[in-house]
T-cell receptor, first 113, second 111 residues
Framework: SQKIEQNSEALNIQEGKTATLTCNYT??????LQWYRQDPGRGPVFLLL?????KEKRKERLKVTFDTTLKQSLFHITASQPADSATYLC????????????FGDGTTLTVKP | EAQVTQNPRYLITVTGKKLTVTCSQN?????MSWYRQDPGLGLRQIYY???????DKGDVPEGYKVSRKEKRNFPLILESPSPNQTSLYFC??????????FGEGSRLTVL
C-alpha cells in the first residue's frame, strides 16, 4: 500500500543549528513533492516544490532535496530561529495537473533559544 | 490580496442537521479541494475539483458532497452529519503549477 512517512513526530534543536526533516514514501511515483509549514490552528502555508527531475531547490534559509531512487526528500532549515517552530508537512502529487496532493502526518519542530 | 475564504470558521451542530461549509478563492485557480485534519491521521483529502463541473473523490469522501458550479466556489455539504465528522476542515486551491493555497480552516463539532 502507498505510504508517506515523516521521520519523527517531534524534533527539538538549538537556535542557530540546521534542522533536517525527512519525508520517505513507498509505492508512489510522484511527479513532484512539496513542503508546507503549519502553525497551530492555521492552514498550511506553501514553502517549496521540487519536481521529479530536480535534485535540489533552495529558498533563502530553506533547502529541499529529492532522491527518487531512495524515495526520500530532505528538508533543511539553516540558522534556525525560534520563529521556525511549527509543524512541517510534506505532500506528494502523482500527476502534474491533478491538484490531488497526499500529505504526510508532519513533523513538529521546536527551536529553543 | 490572494486568499481562500472559508465559512463558517467554527460550527457546533447536531447529528443529522444538514450543513454547508463554503469556500471561495480569488486567484482564478482551476483546482480546488477539501481536506479534513484529525489528530494522528494528518490531512486527508475528501474531494477535489479540476475545474467547473469536474469533481472526483479523494481518500475519505463518505458522508460528504461537493459541487463546482462556478470557478471560484467549492462548497462542502454534509447532508446528515455524524459525530465522526467532527474535525478541522481545510479548503485549498491551486493553479497548474501545483502549490496549494489553504483557507484558515473550519472547526466542526457534531454532537
Amino acid at each position: 500500500s502507498q505510504k508517506i512517512e515523516q521521520n519523527s513526530e517531534a524534533l527539538n534543536i538549538q537556535e542557530g543549528k540546521t534542522a533536517t526533516l525527512t519525508c520517505n514514501y513507498t509505492n508512489y511515483s510522484p511527479a513532484y513533492l512539496q513542503w508546507y509549514r503549519q502553525d497551530p490552528g492555521r492552514g498550511p502555508v506553501f514553502l517549496l516544490l521540487i519536481r521529479e527531475n530536480e535534485k535540489e531547490k533552495r529558498k533563502e534559509r530553506l533547502k529541499v532535496t529529492f532522491d527518487t531512487t531512495l524515495k526520500q526528500s530532505l528538508f533543511h532549515i539553516t540558522a534556525s530561529q525560534p520563529a521556525d517552530s511549527a509543524t512541517y508537512l510534506c505532500a506528494l502529487d502523482m500527476d502534474t495537473n491533478a491538484g490531488k496532493s497526499t500529505f504526510g502526518d508532519g513533523t513538529t519542530l521546536t527551536v529553543k533559544p | 490580496e490572494a486568499q481562500v475564504t472559508q465559512n463558517p470558521r467554527y460550527l457546533i451542530t447536531v447529528t443529522g442537521k444538514k450543513l454547508t461549509v463554503t469556500c471561495s478563492q480569488n486567484m482564478n485557480h482551476e483546482y480546488m479541494s477539501w481536506y479534513r485534519q484529525d489528530p494522528g491521521l494528518g490531512l486527508r483529502q475528501i474531494y477535489y475539483s479540476m475545474n467547473v463541473e469536474v469533481t472526483d473523490k479523494g481518500d475519505v469522501p463518505e458522508g460528504y458532497k461537493v459541487s463546482r458550479k462556478e470557478k471560484r466556489n467549492f462548497p462542502l455539504i454534509l447532508e446528515s452529519p455524524s459525530p465522526n465528522q467532527t474535525s478541522l476542515y481545510f479548503c485549498a486551491s491551486s493553479s497548474y503549477t501545483g502549490e496549494l493555497f489553504f483557507g484558515e480552516g473550519s472547526r466542526l463539532t457534531v454532537l
